[in-house]
């Protein structure tokens, strides 16, 4: 693109964050903070904005943007779930720019790249979210739960209950043998059964699913 600078800003009320910033050899940054700015009129709404020459601007978005050195800009908002969630401005601060279809879609472009970004960490955050409450759930219940991977034979989850009550076994990684032998007399995949542990002398009634686990 060949532009002097580009910065990522956050808006929050008045005012902003410069989450991150680039210039070109020969430009100065010209901020010396990076949180709580005083936000630029310019950004807002959630449509791309091209500006050739300042004197298109209002009186204060251009003044805003002269006080940068500023000549020639394209912000392109970056949406999630249908809000703005963040500002990316390519600045020319050398002369005035007249910016091409092309160099308008590779700004598009890099804004879409963030945007995908930000939304996969916002699912990946979401699962982690929902994965811990329902181990908290089934860390509080009252039965004994350990879940597997069927083909690789993994442990991926076993709740307080049953460490408490299985702790020797699952030390010695006998429990799964324990467990498998009881579903072989079964013979059936999944269903309830009964299993009689020796050394303890105790019935358990079991049961056993497949299921789709979220790690």
Not at 119 to 143: P, V
Not at 158 to 184: G, T, W
Not at 204 to 210: G, L, R
Request: proline share 1%; hydrophobic share 40%; charged share 25%.
């Amino acid at each position: 693109l060949k532009i002097s600078s580009a910065q990522v800003f956050r808006v929050h009320d008045d005012l902003m964050d410069m989450v991150a910033e680039w210039h070109a050899e020969g430009i100065i940054s010209l901020f010396d903070q990076t949180r709580n700015l005083k936000k630029m009129l310019i950004l807002q709404g959630s449509e791309p904005i091209v500006v050739k020459a300042l004197s298109e601007l209002s009186q204060t978005e251009s003044a805003q943007l002269a006080a940068m050195h500023v000549k020639s800009v394209v912000i392109m908002p970056v949406l999630t779930k249908d809000k703005t969630e963040l500002y990316l401005c390519f600045n020319e601060c050398i002369h005035k720019r007249s910016w091409s279809e092309q160099d308008v879609q590779l700004m598009e472009n890099a804004a879409r790249i963030i945007q995908n970004v930000l939304l996969r960490k916002r699912q990946q955050t979401s699962l982690e979210s929902s994965y811990a409450a329902l181990k908290s759930i089934l860390d509080h219940a009252g039965s004994a739960i350990y879940v597997t991977d069927r083909e690789t034979g993994k442990v991926l989850f076993a709740n307080r209950v049953l460490k408490r009550i299985f702790h020797a076994e699952l030390e010695e990684n006998s429990f799964q043998e324990m467990l498998s032998k009881a579903i072989e007399k079964g013979r059936q995949s999944s269903g309830s059964y009964e299993l009689f542990h020796f050394a303890k002398g105790h019935w358990y009634d079991m049961y056993s699913t497949s299921i789709r686990w979220v790690n």
